[in-house]
């Protein structure tokens, strides 16, 4: 039987902080922050940038510009929807991943829910309730493929999980045959399908980032790895392919050597295809890496809460960069005041300018910081929907009603329909509203650890096919919820079909269990503190023996 590998190392070798008081509902800070945290988690490494034209590269921006708040719109947001229909919803979600296992369950439970329609779905999924799944559904990233899949089912809301369907124009296509869909337009999601065009957003609407430089040619590639990088950032960059590379196409480079061998690498050897095609070659910095989320109609937004993931392999953050090896909720260092900070510097002046350049901006703004030591922050990264495995802890967080948020947003009806920002709000009219609803959050800490197969995020298929037991015992843990990401039906003693990278797998009632994938389930556990909801989440019992068998 093939083998896999342990839980997130990076979870299970660092003993996370103790939590003191949450703040929740409120007021406009962002709930699910964290006050009065000790022994914070040592500092983490990231990626920055700054601005580059292809002609040549930018100095940084003075840090008094970096504050500036764009304040006009030559734009328009959206045009609203009609309100939601005062009946229960018939909703599509499209994905078949842990992130989607995780909204899927949420949705699922809402008393505004009619019926679930999962495409392709996987088989965690098969137990919900007034949910079914279409594991044969292969055009998520078919924009005419999507609405006619939305027409049959007759959708009221269409939820969009993976990025690649949004970069695929999807949400396009479904506003135009006039079904409201969770999610950003193509152009929009630009933000995460583009490097470089996020980079000189960033520049343009003084987002606090760092210096960078844009690349096709391995020549000038090097050229500025020699200048720059050698002089302003002591031999040390990332290297990130401009194009979705499933969270895999950033290379931390302590060397100028190092990075050399990233960019050519990307841009002669085509190790990420298409993506890496383009180079964004960026600052090293030093601090805490922080993700944020916020849910965006257009024009308002509503705070979520703050995460950290942990992407390396290996234990003790080692190993290449993976799609996400484990995260826990809410950050200890994101603190209300800092909250506060990345809505009115970072999220506000963002949906404003994507209003300002005509892509107004739907759906979940996440946002990958790094935090200073001083408590600066600079934006690392923007995607485009929910984090996988950060979904997953929000989720687990949540108190409020999911569905009713999602749908208010794909509507542009958020400032009609609930509290948004107001010390940074997108508009002066959102501002403005009267609140109609607030998030409520969970007091408790949530850790999802990830289980992997063996030689993951390289050559994992040997460990295709091995059977997963004991799921059953392990969701009936108080506490702890199992969300399957590359698992499939047991078909015979180890046949299962293969899925690429963890992030699909078919679905349906099966007596037992495969792993078809690579990454396999995410263990999520709530509790008081960080600290109680990873013990709960890594008990030997459930992960080593139950669900996890051949673990090495």
Known sequence: MAAFVGPAAALAGRRPPRLG??????????????????????????????????????????AARRAVVVTAAAGSPPVAFPAAPDRPLHVLLLGGGGREHALSAAVAASPRLASLTVAPGNVGMATLPRTTTRPGFGGADDPAAVVALAAEVAADLVIVGPEAPLVAGVVDALEAAGVPAFGPSAGAAALEGSKAYMKDFLARHAVPSAWYGTFSDAGEAKAFLRSRVATDGGGRCVVKADGLAAGKGVLLCHTLAEAEAAVDAMLTGGAFGAAGSTVVIEEFLDGEELSFFAVVDGAAAVPLASAQDHKAAGEGDTGPNTGGMGAYSPAPVCSPALA???MEEVVGPTVRGMVAEGVPFTGVLYTGLMVAPGGDVKVLEFNVRFGDPECQVLVARLASDLLPLLSAAARHRLADEYEVWGGGSATTAAAATPAKARLEWHPHAAVVVVLASEGYPGAYKAAVGSVISGLDTADALDG??????????????????????????????????????????GVTAVGPTIAAAKARAMMADVVRSAVYPYAV
Do not use: E, M, N
């Not at 800070?29 to 002609?55: I, K, L």
């Open 480 to 521: 702890v919820t199992v969300y399957h990401a590359g698992t499939a039906p047991l078909k015979g003693a180890t046949d299962a079909p293969p899925a690429a990278d963890g992030d699909a797998a078919a679905g349906g009632v099966v007596p037992a269990v495969a792993a078809a994938g690579g990454r396999v389930l």
């Open 340 to 342: 506060a900070k990345i």
């Open 21 to 62: 008081a949450s703040t929740f509902a409120g007021s406009p800070t962002p709930a699910g922050t964290a006050a009065g945290v000790s022994a914070a988690p040592p500092p983490r490494r990231a990626a920055a940038r700054r601005g580059r034209r292809p002609s040549g590269w930018a100095p940084p921006l003075p």
